[in-house]
């Protein structure tokens, strides 16, 4: 492969011109075999040692280098979001709930900008309803810091929220495919 030229986002490895648009960017071609073998390890079996990604590296025949530009890569294109544990909650001591707010479509923005300035709210989805409540998100902390977020978000926003809490998990994870 050519040697790699960084330009705005883009690890080049090639062009057929001399202007933005003739570049050929790693980003654009896609994951390679090695890339998916990464992906099914890293969501089946990441190791909890000291050094995972050369762990990773041993498993899968690479460089702990290379398994760590090719994990940045796949996030810069966005096929890994983050790499971390899910959590008994329960176990924790924190708590678990679904909310719903009502938001008009062109507020969308401004609301979503306030929920996602917890560290607590983990997902943040808007979806089309016919209730109205179409801006949902997950908060999970000890249930006082859920309230105190859920009063927040309404003293900050003025929406209508519909808060539904976890009575029961029947599945947590997912695991995807890949291979």
């Known amino acids: 492969m050519a040697a790699e030229r960084r330009y705005g986002g883009c690890s080049e490895i090639g062009s057929f011109g001399n202007d933005a648009a003739s570049r050929i960017c790693l980003e654009d071609i896609g994951p390679d075999e090695q890339d998916l073998r990464i992906l099914a390890e890293v969501q089946d079996a ?10 990773l590296g041993q498993r899968l025949g690479m460089e702990e280098e290379e398994v760590l530009r090719r994990v940045s890569r796949l996030k810069d294109m966005g096929l890994i979001r983050r790499i ?3 959590l008994d909650l329960q176990r924790l001591g924190r708590r678990g709930v679904l909310v719903a707010l009502k938001v ?6 401004a609301a979503s900008e306030v929920v996602n300035s917890y560290d ?5 989805y808007l979806r089309p ?8 998100f997950t908060v ?11 009063e927040e978000i309404r003293d900050r926003t003025g929406l209508p929220q519909m808060v539904l809490p976890t009575r029961r998990i029947f599945k947590i994870g997912v695991k995807f495919d890949i291979l």
């Open 46 to 55: 990441f190791p909890l040692v000291s050094r995972p990604f050369q762990e």
């Open 84 to 86: 971390g544990p899910i």
């Open 104 to 109: 008009r479509p062109e507020d969308s923005s």
């Open 120 to 124: 607590e709210i983990s997902h943040n």
């Open 129 to 136: 309803s016919e209730t109205g409540y179409n801006l949902w």
């Open 140 to 150: 999970s902390a000890p249930q006082e810091r859920i309230v105190e977020i859920l």
